[in-house]
């Protein structure tokens, strides 16, 4: 079953966190950053161990490899949710970092946790010289201004625009915002195992556009005890999502014919790559 497959590997990689981050000193600084890799789904994660899985690549590379792309993911939560930014005070269920502590332990955390994340791609256990400088390459295109953090720009700038976004626009901004790190994580094993990483990346960019689809569907119709987070801010603030552009039936079928999309891609995978098919799925199914 998919959910329990997901939840191993959740296992997998918070024991790897857990790991690195036990030999930094116990300082306030490094507890904000254990406390913000605590929890979540390991989607990203996830994805880069079923793709090592799928090339032979050993297990003790794809998890560290795993866990630096949550580490990096994290991050990314963190500064999200300063005052700065989306302003939220709840994550995953818990108060966000710079309401446990504030907003100076926060942004340094989650600096520590951008720096982390290239650490522990640099280590040899991922595999030779050339693959892990291939994977914090990818990682820094992915996480930098030509990925996640390019989309958070474009988001904070859609906030004050004189016009909503278009539909070309928010889907090139969440791309970014979203889809870039998701990508990376889906190319990952390919990467690791020197293999072509194409027909992953045509699944993963059509995951992960069902993925931001699914998330705007869930600010209008989750439940916010289930997503462990405030919902309802973007109608709230005016932004244009994919559900205010194509309303919700047309929403729910565009994220319908994108899984299709990213199942289809992985065709040349055969039965080995179900288990990506059976992620596709959860993601337009999910309630958190």
Request: glycine share 10%; with cysteine; proline share 3%.
């Amino acid at each position: 079953m998919f959910v329990t497959a997901l939840a191993a590997d959740a296992a997998r990689i918070q024991a790897c966190l857990d790991a690195v981050l036990a030999r930094r000193a116990e300082i306030p600084l490094v507890q904000a950053m254990r406390y913000a890799v605590q929890g979540g789904k390991r989607l990203r994660g996830f994805l880069v161990m079923e793709g090592a899985r799928l090339h032979g690549v050993p297990e003790a590379g794809a998890v560290m490899a795993a866990a630096a792309v949550e580490a990096m993911h994290a991050y990314s939560l963190v500064h999200d949710d300063l005052p700065a930014m989306d302003d939220d005070a709840l994550r995953r269920g818990q108060p966000t970092v710079h309401v446990k502590w504030d907003e100076a332990v926060a942004v340094l955390a989650g600096d520590a946790l951008q720096a982390l994340a290239f650490e522990m791609l640099a280590e040899p256990v991922i595999g030779t010289a050339d693959v892990r400088l291939a994977l914090i390459a990818g990682m820094g295109r992915a996480a930098g201004a030509e990925g996640m953090v390019l989309g958070q720009a474009l988001d904070i700038a859609a906030e004050t625009a004189p016009m909503p976004l278009t539909l070309p626009e928010i889907t090139a901004l969440q791309a970014g915002k979203t889809g870039a790190l998701i990508r990376w994580s889906a190319e990952a094993g390919a990467v690791m195992a020197g293999a072509d990483a194409t027909a992953l990346g045509h699944y993963a960019a059509a995951l992960g556009l069902a993925f931001q689809i699914a998330d705007d569907i869930l600010d209008v119709t989750g439940d916010a005890g289930k997503a462990g987070k405030r919902l309802g801010k973007d109608a709230e603030a005016g932004k244009a999502t994919f559900v205010s552009l194509l309303g919700l039936d047309g929403a729910r079928a565009r994220a319908k014919a994108l899984v299709d999309e990213a199942e289809a891609a992985l065709g040349p995978y055969g039965a080995g790559a179900d288990a990506l098919r059976q992620c596709a799925r959860f993601v337009i199914a999910r309630e958190m």
